[in-house]
C-alpha cells in the first residue's frame, strides 16, 4: 500500500515555491511510472507540469485528478515553529508549507490512484495531472496542460480537483462550481497645482473618490440558486503625494469584483467602463482603467459526478457534504471547459498561514474517499 501521509512529507520537504519544481514532480513520475503510468512532462515557459495516464489514451471512461506541487512563499522564517520544508509531525499534525494547499491532497489522489491500478487495475484509464504555476499567475500550468491535451488527443471523461475545500471538518464541503473573479485598475489624471490655487489646477482625486463610491455601493444581486451575491471590494487607493501644498495630476485605484453567474467579465467591464465615462464628462478628468477577468463564474450542476464524490465522503466521513460554490479561484475554472469538474479536498483553514500544517489521520481518510471514487466510478457509476 502507498502511503500518502510519507508521500506528503516527502512532497513537503521539495521547496517548490512558485515556479520552481523543487523536485516535486520529479518525485511523482518516479512513484507514477513505477505503478504503469505513462509519464510526461509538459513544461511551458519555465513552469514545470506533469501529465500521468494509466491506461488507453483516449478512453471513454477517463478519471482525471488535478492538482498542484508549487506554494506561496513561506514569508518570516523566523515566525515558524516548524521547518517549513521539514514535513515535521508532531502530535497529529504535519507541518510545512504545501502541507495543506496542496501536497496532501496531491499525495492523497497519487496515493489512491497508484493502489487502485495495481489492485483492480480498471477498464478505463486514470489520469493525475499536476501543475506547478496554481498559485501564480496561473499562464502556463493547468492551461499548458489543457493545450497539450487538445493537441495529444487525451481526454477526461471527469475531473476531480483535490484543493482543500472543508471549511472546518473533514467532509464538509464540495465545491461545484466558482464564481468568477475580476480586477480592474483605475488612474485619473488632471492637472498639478498649488493647493492655495485650486482654480488653477485640476484635482484628479475627487473624481476618483466619487468614482471609486459609485462603485463600492453598487449592489449586483441578491444571489443566485447555487451563487452567493456578488461583491465588488475597493483594495487600494495610491496617490504617492508627500506634499501637503500640492495637488497632485494623477491617483490610483484597484477593485476587485467576485461575480455569479447572472454576470459575466464583459459585462461587468461594460457598466465599469460607463461609469467611469459620466464621472469623467462631469469633472474634466481623464479616468483609465486596465482590466483582467481572472476567470468567469461556472457550475457544474448537481448531478452524476457530485453524487459520487458525494457517497463516498459521506459513507468515510459519517458526514454529508454540502455543495457550494463558496471561496476564490481554482484551477478548476480551466478544467470546467474541458469536461465536468468538481473539487473535495482537506480542511483548508491553515493554508498559507505560518506552521502550514494538517491533521495527519485526515490524510489517509482522503486516500480512502479517493480510492472509493475511483472504484465506484469505474464499477458503473456514470460520468
Not at 242 to 268: K, Q, S
Request: charged share 20%; hydrophobic share 40%.
Amino acid at each position: 500500500m502507498t502511503d500518502p501521509v510519507a508521500l506528503t512529507q516527502a512532497l513537503v520537504r521539495c521547496p517548490s515555491v512558485t515556479p520552481e519544481e523543487g523536485g516535486a514532480l520529479v518525485l511523482l513520475e518516479e512513484l507514477l511510472s513505477g505503478a504503469g503510468f505513462a509519464c510526461t512532462r509538459v513544461d511551458r515557459n519555465g513552469t514545470p507540469n506533469l501529465y500521468a495516464r494509466w491506461g488507453a489514451k483516449g478512453h471513454p471512461r477517463t478519471f482525471g485528478f488535478n492538482g498542484h506541487t508549487d506554494v506561496v512563499p513561506v514569508g518570516d522564517r523566523a515566525a515558524w515553529t516548524k521547518d517549513p520544508f521539514g514535513g515535521e509531525i508532531d502530535d497529529g499534525w504535519l507541518y510545512g508549507r504545501g502541507a495543506t494547499d496542496m501536497k496532501s491532497g496531491v499525495a492523497a489522489f497519487a496515493a489512491a490512484a497508484v493502489d487502485f491500478v495495481n489492485e483492480s487495475p480498471p477498464d478505463g484509464a486514470v489520469v493525475i495531472a499536476i501543475t506547478g504555476d496554481e498559485e501564480g499567475g496561473a499562464t502556463d500550468g493547468t492551461v499548458a496542460l489543457l493545450n497539450w491535451m487538445e493537441t495529444e488527443g487525451e481526454r477526461l471523461d471527469v475531473c476531480l480537483v483535490g484543493e482543500p475545500t472543508c471549511p472546518e471538518h473533514m467532509g464538509q464541503m464540495i465545491k461545484i462550481g466558482r464564481r468568477g473573479s475580476l480586477t480592474a485598475w483605475f488612474t485619473a489624471t488632471g492637472r498639478q497645482g498649488h493647493s492655495a490655487y485650486p482654480h488653477l489646477a485640476l484635482n484628479p482625486l475627487p473624481a476618483l473618490a466619487r468614482l471609486m463610491a459609485d462603485l463600492s455601493e453598487q449592489v449586483f444581486d441578491e444571489g443566485t440558486d447555487h451563487f452567493d451575491a456578488s461583491t465588488l471590494a475597493l483594495v487600494t487607493m495610491d496617490v504617492g503625494n508627500p506634499a501637503t501644498n500640492v495637488i497632485p495630476a494623477e491617483g490610483r485605484a484597484t477593485v476587485n469584483i467576485r461575480f455569479n453567474d447572472a454576470h459575466t467579465g464583459a459585462d461587468l467591464i461594460a457598466w465599469m467602463r460607463g461609469e467611469a465615462d459620466r464621472i469623467s464628462a462631469e469633472t474634466g478628468v481623464t479616468i483609465g482603467m486596465e482590466t483582467k477577468i481572472s476567470g468567469e463564474s461556472f457550475l457544474t450542476p448537481p448531478g452524476p459526478l457530485s453524487d459520487l464524490v458525494s457517497q463516498a465522503v459521506q459513507i468515510e466521513t459519517n458526514r454529508v457534504p454540502e455543495l457550494s460554490t463558496t471561496g476564490g479561484t481554482s484551477d478548476a475554472r480551466f478544467v470546467k471547459d474541458h469536461c465536468a469538474v468538481v473539487e473535495f479536498g482537506l480542511v483548508g483553514h491553515r493554508m498559507h498561514a505560518v506552521d502550514e500544517r494538517v491533521r495527519v489521520e485526515q490524510i489517509g481518510q482522503l486516500k480512502a474517499i479517493y480510492g472509493r471514487i475511483l472504484r465506484d466510478y469505474f464499477d458503473g457509476t456514470p460520468g
